[in-house]
Nanobody
Framework: QVQLVESGRGLVQAGGSLRLSCVASGSIFSINDMGWYRQAPGKQRELVATITRRDSTNYADSVKGRFTISRDNAKNTVYLQMNSLKPEDTAVYYC?????????????????WGRGTLVNVSS
């Protein structure tokens, strides 16, 4: 079994910063892409940022220049540094990872999600 656990939830004022972390644990052979998504009240879940195992990154236009995604492969951890936060960044942030596990039939990849962590930015 594989679990993703996010941490770093908080209430911050507009213009402030917050750092989210997500640790993957369990029977992990390796992890391909990792990423952060968010869902604001009444809206669909949207991509925030992704990062490949070789640190190639992709960002939503709305967070470019303000958010930075990074990862530590040795710790199976992905981070999201959020600066210059805006009220519209308020959402539940979800960690996502494409995890490879070693099963009896060979290596198998599966998409995994964390339970989410709330980020609330006040104006």
């Amino acid at each position: 079994q594989v679990q993703l656990v996010e941490s770093g939830r908080g209430l911050v004022q507009a213009g402030g910063s917050l750092r989210l972390s997500c640790v993957a644990s369990g029977s992990i052979f390796s992890i391909n892409d990792m990423g952060w998504y968010r869902q604001a009240p009444g809206k669909q879940r949207e991509l925030v940022a992704t990062i490949t195992r070789r640190d190639s990154t992709n960002y939503a236009d709305s967070v470019k220049g303000r958010f930075t995604i990074s990862r530590d492969n040795a710790k199976n951890t992905v981070y999201l540094q959020m600066n210059s936060l805006k009220p519209e960044d308020t959402a539940v942030y979800y960690c996502n990872a494409d995890v490879i596990v070693d099963t009896r039939t060979g290596l198998t990849g599966m998409d995994h999600w964390g339970r989410g962590t709330l980020v609330n930015v006040s104006s």
